[in-house]
Every structure is written in structure tokens, then in C-alpha cells.
């Protein structure tokens, strides 16, 4: 890939052919993270949702009486997944690097496991902050890496062999001076991890056979911190890894 263009048109292509997986998996469709972030968009009006894949938060927003929410994705074969699946949401073809909306036009923004994608996420929260009305909330989550530098390539790396469109998972550390430097202010923090079954995740996005052998070889071979620190599960085998705890965290701040 050569830039950022070409990026961001492989990562809408790849999401638009894997809109059924991310529509149909229990772990976006529910979990107490989502009904979290849906709490902290209460009382909102007018709710954007950037990088909705299939929907699930724009949707839990709006079943929660928010009269507006916006479903907004760079894959058009999303938007559509999503506004056919959920009654009531504006779809919206958007880059969340350069959102195409006036300044201050809503008081909720939301946006969930997406924000490893975006190539300059100093330029997304730049963009939340502008079409949020002073006080408005801003309710996010994405992956976690871990502190050490050398734990967080090595999750970095595999993530980029699984989606190319991965550009790099940052620390919890990392997002809060993001969204400070931003001009929004943090008012809660929450620290979690979700548990993958990794054929089930490598299937959500196609993985193809070479890719998947060079995955698990990574993870075969992952230093044991790591190891320790997503509470890797195998096989009765003992051999054939089956699942790991993950890292996220979810920010609330405000404009
Ligand atoms: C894992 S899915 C999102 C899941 C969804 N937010 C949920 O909670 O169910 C990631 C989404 O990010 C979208 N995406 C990636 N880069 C983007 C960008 N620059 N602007 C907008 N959407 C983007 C993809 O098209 C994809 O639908």
C-alpha cells in the first residue's frame, strides 16, 4: 500500500465483503462494553456513530429514544447492513478523518473497535471534537496494546497479518494524551479485556491459509509475558491455542 488513500479504499473493500460476519458475531453484537458506551450517550439528541460496521451501537443508541443517530462508515455495503438492520438511523459514507459535518452539530459521538484502522487518529479526535456541541460526550473503545513496547509490536504485527487494513492498536496511555491534546476532556476510564477464539476471528475476516499458519506460528512462539498477559487458552491437546483475553479500553470525555 502506498498511502493512506489507497489504505483506507482496501480496508472499505475487505469490511464490505465481511459485512455478514461482523453482523451476525456475538462479540460486537452484545456485551456489557457496548451497553456501557450506550449509557454514556444518555440524554443525547443527535448521536453520530463513526465506523459502525454492522451497526450495533448506532442501533442501541437509537432503541434508547435518541431521536437522530447518524451510522456513519467508510464501507458503503456497511452503511447499508446497518440502516437495514436497525430501524431508524441515517446512513452515512464517511471518512472519520474528515467527517462531513458542521461544527457542533451533535451532543453524542460514538465509536467502537475501530480506531486501529484509522491512520491518523490524532486527525479523527481533531474531528470528533469539532462536530461536538460544548459538553458534549464522546463515548469510545477500541483494542488496548500493552505498555511494553516490544508486547505491543508483537500484537501490532499480528493484527496486521489477519487485516492488512490494521494500522496499530495504541496503548490506553497512548489515547488519553490523544484525546487531551484534542481539546476533550476525560472524565472516565475503564480498562477491560474480551476473550477471542482465534479460528472464529481469523474466519470474520477470511484469512487466507498462508496468513493463518504465519499467525499461529506467531502465536505458538509469543513471548511468555504475553502469553501470561492474554490468558492464552489451548486444546485439550495442549497444543493448538483456541482463545486469548485481548486488551480494551473504553474512554468517556467530553468537548
Ligand atoms: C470492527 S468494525 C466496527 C464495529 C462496530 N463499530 C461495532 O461496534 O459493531 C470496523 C469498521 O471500521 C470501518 N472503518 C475503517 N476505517 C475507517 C475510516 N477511516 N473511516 C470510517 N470507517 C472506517 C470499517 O469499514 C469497519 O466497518
Not at 457542533?104 to 469539532?130: I, M, N, Q, S, Y
Not at 472516565?188 to 479460528?199: I, K
Not at 499467525?215 to 482463545?243: T, V
Request: hydrophobic letters at 40%; a negative charge; proline letters at 5%.
Amino acid at each position: 500500500m502506498t498511502n493512506d488513500a489507497d489504505r483506507k479504499r482496501d480496508v472499505a473493500t475487505s469490511f464490505g465483503n465481511a459485512t455478514d460476519g461482523y453482523r451476525d458475531g456475538a462479540v460486537l453484537k452484545e456485551g456489557a462494553d457496548l451497553e456501557r458506551l450506550v449509557d454514556w450517550t444518555e440524554g443525547a439528541t443527535r448521536a453520530l456513530d463513526v465506523a459502525t460496521g454492522a451497526g450495533h451501537v448506532a442501533g442501541a443508541v437509537a432503541e434508547r429514544n435518541v431521536p437522530r443517530v447518524v451510522a456513519a462508515d467508510l464501507s458503503p455495503e456497511m452503511v447499508t447492513t446497518a440502516t437495514a438492520d436497525y430501524g431508524g438511523l441515517e446512513g452515512a459514507v464517511v471518512d472519520a478523518e474528515r467527517l462531513p459535518f458542521p461544527a457542533g452539530r451533535f451532543d453524542a459521538v460514538t465509536c467502537r473497535f475501530a480506531a486501529h484502522h484509522f491512520p491518523d487518529p490524532e486527525a479523527f479526535l481533531a474531528e470528533v471534537e469539532r462536530v461536538l456541541a460544548t459538553g458534549g460526550v464522546f463515548a469510545f473503545e477500541d483494542l488496548a496494546a500493552p505498555a511494553d513496547p516490544e508486547l505491543a509490536s508483537y500484537v501490532n504485527r499480528i493484527e496486521r497479518l489477519r487485516d492488512p487494513g490494521h494500522v496499530e492498536t495504541a496503548s490506553p496511555a497512548q489515547w488519553r494524551d490523544w484525546l487531551e491534546a484534542a481539546g476533550l476532556t476525560v472524565d472516565a476510564v475503564r480498562e477491560t479485556s474480551r476473550r477471542l477464539e482465534v479460528d472464529t476471528w481469523l474466519d470474520r475476516m477470511d484469512v487466507p491459509a498462508d496468513r493463518r499458519r504465519e499467525i499461529r506460528s506467531l502465536l505458538s512462539n509469543a513471548p511468555a509475558a504475553l502469553e501470561d498477559a492474554f490468558d492464552f487458552r489451548y486444546a485439550d491437546d495442549g497444543e493448538r491455542l483456541e482463545s486469548y483475553r485481548t486488551g480494551v479500553v473504553l474512554f468517556r470525555a467530553r468537548a
